[in-house]
């Protein structure tokens, strides 16, 4: 079975404009939570989505947006891109919301903003 | 709010040595916490996890942990490092309820000489 996919695998942005970062979660799972990485950091929880709806929100700003579709893979946005914004996101996905007790984790976007 | 403290960013070590990886958390319940290893370009790999119950757990690739409550430490070892175990290592705590983030420490990096 695939693991966690995600897309693309690096971008290249200049500040101020927008992007689309994509995950497919393993095959049955319903839950996806998103993780900002910066360079020589852990990861930051940004969000939590199960069943479509936001089930958690980290401490990032409004710029910040995600969605879940009907068959569970989610899509992270950012408007408005800053340099800090330069960072890996990871996806990550269970089986459901109620635990993270297994958490898989994709290999990440790689985001530069010049 | 909880937190995790990885003191040691760089470790260096022999191989065939032994290794002692540390963390301290702080969290206002009995935490649930979880040690992952990144290696460059990849995503996080969940070793082990404590969640209740024996304070030594066991792990994958030969690694344990053991949970001290009193200390508020969930110090990674291993007997006998292998140059494979080269990578970032990663403590987390995660909520036990609403949104089930993990929080990360900073991490350590390993250095495996031969």
């Known amino acids: 079975d695939a693991g966690v996919t995600q897309s693309p695998t690096h971008l290249i942005k200049t500040r101020g404009q927008q992007v689309t970062l994509r995950c497919s979660p393993i095959s049955g799972h319903k839950s996806v939570s998103w993780y900002q990485q910066v360079l020589g950091q852990g990861p930051q929880f940004i969000f939590q989505?199960?069943?479509?709806?936001?089930?958690g929100r980290g401490n990032f700003p409004d710029r910040f947006s995600a969605r879940q579709f009907p068959n569970y893979s989610s899509e992270l946005n950012v408007n408005a891109l800053l340099l800090g914004d330069s960072a890996l996101y990871l996806c990550a996905s269970s089986f459901d919301a109620r635990t993270n007790e297994k958490l898989f984790f994709g290999s990440g976007t790689q985001l530069s903003v010049l | 709010a909880q937190s995790v403290t990885q003191p040691d960013i760089h470790i260096t070590v022999s191989e065939g040595a032994s290794l002692e990886l540390r963390c301290n958390y702080s969290?206002?319940?009995?935490?649930?916490l979880f040690w992952y290893v990144q290696s460059p370009g990849q995503g996080l790999q969940l070793l082990l996890k404590y969640f209740s119950g024996d304070t030594l757990v066991q792990g994958i690739k030969g690694f344990e942990a053991e949970f001290k409550r009193s200390q508020s430490s969930f110090n990674l070892r291993k007997p006998s490092v292998h140059w494979s175990d080269a990578a970032e290592y990663f403590c987390?705590?995660?909520?036990?309820?609403?949104?089930?983030?993990?929080?990360f420490g900073s991490g350590t990096r390993l250095q495996v000489q031969p």
């Open positions: 969290y206002g319940a009995t935490p649930y």
């Open positions: 989505y199960y069943e479509k709806e936001e089930r």
């Open positions: 987390a705590v995660g909520e036990i309820t609403g949104r089930r983030a993990l929080t």
